[in-house]
Structure formats: structure tokens, C-alpha cells
């Protein structure tokens, strides 16, 4: 730490304004507060960019513009320290937005005290995502992230958007769950009081029964499934986008899903445009409606192109690598799934003794995106589908005895956050998608 450059209590220092706010025809005096993201210094004369949350300030210090312990004290000023600058706008064409600030005041509040381990500026990193994990706070500051993290945003305003004008309620369920949503190993168990419970893998069962009261329902919130996979695509906590609609089936709710889809590419065009071109990015196309394509299609296709695959397993993303067909690059719905392969709440249709379920799957690439289906409302008919999935019925008795009062037909899906994300602005990795992954390896920061 310098001699002249100290830290400072934020005191009666107040910003005036914003990044995005600054313009050459700017007389007056103003405050500008944020983070120091570069320092060109050459000689007399010093550029200090300082980020805040709408972009970047150049600050221009100028031996014998400014008073020589002010010169000296900017030279101190070190990357990633947090301060505050008051001082006179004016034209450089140069600059972001075509000004820079003339300091007549420096003030410290926080002082970087070590040089971060990666660049922030700039959409690539030189160094591994591990690395940058292990200091995300800082690793948030890159260029690149705050572009994916404002997208983000706007996906989700544009879902909350969307799903109001459909006449949807938003809710939100508990997170600690007795028993398991939809069976398997997959389970976080947890110690709750002097009992076990688990964290939910799911809203299903939850917002299955609120269709009861409100029709229409959907929580935006955090899903946790255990499963121990080191892929660029898994997380163990993620964000789920779910819906449940009364007096609806699965082709209603993937009409709602796709249409969902192609607003939120409108909105992002529209109200991303500076991130999508500082990414360099075009949106995917998208056209209503989205390819379908029947889970018995899929496999006959698939055993054409020579994949080792039986109907009632599962479709990895691997697998779908081997199908050289245009119109599986983009959106598309694999439909009409093996009722085996489904959960004991989904609805098994009425041709074939029940052999295939009302339900699909959204497809983005390779990538599944969404799973949804038509649900059974009727108590004995989940009795019998628990049974045959080896679930014991007695354990799922708060959610059972709801369906003695009317549950109303209905449908609804899941929809990952991250893993639209990915598709939407092709992030390779996804625990770029979200602020702090948690994964097999991960549980800190």
C-alpha cells in the first residue's frame, strides 16, 4: 500500500451518477463510485476504468491538469480496489460514451491488497474454471459473466412476464420434503429435528396440488438431485422453471412451453443487445411450433444410424450425437415416452394397455431441456403406479389423501434455468450459468 492512497470510511460520499448516465454534455461536478478494472499508466499521464453495474468510466489524470498529490495519489491506485471520484465530465471521443472524468477527488473505501489470479476484462480466461471458481466473487467481475448474469435476469423477467399473461400465480413450496418426490437414490438426506428428511428434488407433488385451489401455478426456485456426474451439463442444486395447469394435458402445456421459449429470445434480443453483441452472439432460431418427434421414431432412427439402443432405454445425449438431422440442431420435443421410463405420477395413455405415457421431453441439440407430462388425478390409479415402481404408498399419504377431494385433471413440465442458459448463449460449462455450483466436488464458496 502506497504512502498517500488510504482507506476510507464511505462517510457523507454519495454516487450521483451511473456509468450508463455519463455524457460529454454533462457541466456540472458529479461522483462516480465502483470497482477499478484497469490502470494505464504512462507517465504523466494516468487512465484508471472503473466498473460499476452499468459498464465503465474512464477516469484521466493528467500531471499539471490535476494538483501533483492527486497525480501521485492516482498512481497508488491499484486494480480491483473499490473507490469513488469526484470530478468534471468532458468529450473524448475515445472514452465509454464518449467521456472521461477529470478527477479533482480520490477516495478509497476498500484497497485490492493482492493481484487477482485471471484477467477480468476481455470474453475468454486464461486460466481453468476451477480457478475461477474458488474466487467467483472476483471471477464475476469478468466482462463476459456480467453479459451472461444480465441475460439471466432477463429470462427470468421474461418468464414471470410471460407466465402472468397466461393467468399462472406464482408459489413457492418447501425445500425439506418428508419423502421423495419421484423415488430413486438420487436423495440429499438431511436431519431435520429428530427425524430424516430430504431436500426436494422437485415441486411436483406440491404444485400438483395447488392446481386444487389456484388452476394455474409455477415457482421459479432451486431443485437438489444427487446424482454423482462430472459432465459439463450437471449441477446438484439448479434452478428449476415449473408450471402445473387444471383442466389441462401435455400438448397444452407444451404449446405454453414453447411459446415461453420464443418470448424469451424476443425479450433477450431486445433488451440484451449491447450483451449479445459484446458476446458476438446470435440467439437460436426459433419458429412455432417446435418439431416433435415420437420416442419410437426416435429409437427406429436410431438403429438405422447403427446405435445399439432398445425401445423402453433411455436417450443419452451421445446417442442423439449419431442422428444427422437438420432439425434437431435447434428446439425440438421428443414425445409419447415408455411409461416405464416415467415417474409413478405421469399419465399412461389409453392405447397399447398403457405401454406408452403422455409425456415429453424438450430438446435443445443433444441437451434435454424440460421433461413434462399429463398427470393422474385419480387416487387409485396412483396407487397401482406406485406399487409397480416399488414406492410404498403409505409413505406419500399427505399427498394421496388430497385426491378424495376432486383433483382436477391437469398437466405440467420442468424447465432447467442453467441448461437453457447454455443453449440460449452457448456457455460451455454449465456452472457458469449460476452465481455458486454446487457439484460432486463442490460445496464452497
Not at 68 to 96: M, N, T, Y
Not at 288 to 306: C, M, R
Amino acid at each position: 500500500m502506497g504512502d498517500l492512497l488510504e482507506e476510507h470510511d464511505l462517510g457523507q460520499w454519495r454516487r450521483t451518477h451511473y456509468s450508463s448516465e455519463i455524457s460529454p454534455s454533462i457541466g456540472d461536478e458529479i461522483v462516480v463510485m465502483g470497482w477499478v478494472a484497469s490502470v494505464r499508466d504512462h507517465g504523466n499521464i494516468l487512465f484508471i476504468i472503473l466498473k460499476d453495474m452499468h459498464g465503465e468510466i474512464q477516469i484521466t489524470a493528467k500531471k499539471g491538469e490535476c494538483d501533483d498529490s492527486l497525480f501521485e495519489l492516482a498512481k497508488e491506485v491499484k486494480e480491483h480496489s473499490s473507490i469513488g471520484i469526484r470530478g468534471k465530465v468532458r468529450p473524448q471521443e475515445k472514452a465509454p460514451n464518449g467521456a472521461e472524468i477529470v478527477p479533482a477527488e480520490i477516495r478509497a473505501f476498500s484497497i485490492a491488497k493482492k493481484a487477482a489470479p485471471f484477467m477480468t476484462q476481455g470474453k475468454t480466461s486464461t486460466v481453468g474454471i476451477d480457478t475461477r471458481l474458488d474466487l467467483r466473487a472476483v471471477d464475476l467481475r469478468r466482462n463476459y459473466l456480467g453479459s451472461v448474469f444480465r441475460i439471466r435476469q432477463t429470462v427470468l423477467n421474461s418468464v414471470r412476464e410471460f407466465l402472468d399473461r397466461q393467468e399462472f400465480i406464482e408459489v413457492n413450496t418447501p425445500k425439506m420434503i418428508a419423502t421423495a418426490t419421484e423415488g430413486g437414490a438420487a436423495l440429499f438426506p438431511i436431519f431435520y429435528y429428530d427425524r430424516e428428511a430430504f431436500l426436494a428434488q422437485s415441486p411436483q407433488l406440491y404444485k400438483e396440488q395447488l392446481t386444487m385451489a389456484f388452476e394455474n401455478v409455477f415457482e421459479i426456485g432451486p431443485i437438489f438431485r444427487a446424482e454423482p456426474s462430472r459432465t459439463n451439463r450437471h449441477l446438484s442444486e439448479a434452478i428449476s422453471i415449473d408450471i402445473e395447469r387444471a383442466f389441462a394435458d401435455y400438448g397444452d402445456v407444451m404449446s405454453i412451453l414453447e411459446r415461453m421459449i420464443v418470448s424469451i429470445v424476443e425479450t433477450v434480443k431486445e433488451r440484451n443487445a449491447d450483451d449479445l453483441k459484446f458476446l458476438e452472439l446470435e440467439l437460436p432460431a426459433v419458429e412455432l411450433p417446435f418439431p416433435k418427434y415420437s420416442y419410437s421414431d426416435l429409437i427406429d432412427k436410431l438403429q438405422e444410424a447403427g446405435e445399439h439402443i432398445q425401445w423402453g432405454d433411455d436417450v443419452t445425449p451421445q446417442v442423439m450425437k449419431s442422428l444427422q438431422d437438420d432439425r434437431l440442431g435447434g428446439f425440438y420435443f421428443i414425445i409419447d415416452w415408455p411409461t416405464s421410463t416415467k415417474p409413478f405420477y405421469v399419465k399412461p395413455g389409453s392405447a397399447d394397455g398403457g405401454r406408452v405415457c403422455e409425456s415429453f421431453d424438450l430438446m435443445f441439440g443433444p441437451l434435454e431441456m424440460s421433461s413434462g407430462s399429463t398427470r393422474i388425478n385419480r387416487k387409485d390409479q396412483l396407487v397401482e403406479r406406485m406399487s409397480k415402481q416399488g414406492l410404498k404408498p403409505d409413505a406419500f399419504d399427505y399427498h394421496l389423501r388430497v385426491f378424495d377431494y376432486g383433483v382436477p385433471p391437469h398437466a405440467g413440465f420442468g424447465l432447467g434455468l442453467e441448461r437453457l442458459m447454455m443453449a440460449l448463449i452457448k456457455v460451455e460449462n454449465i456452472r457458469d450459468t449460476t452465481l455458486y455450483p454446487r457439484d460432486i466436488d463442490r460445496l464452497a464458496p
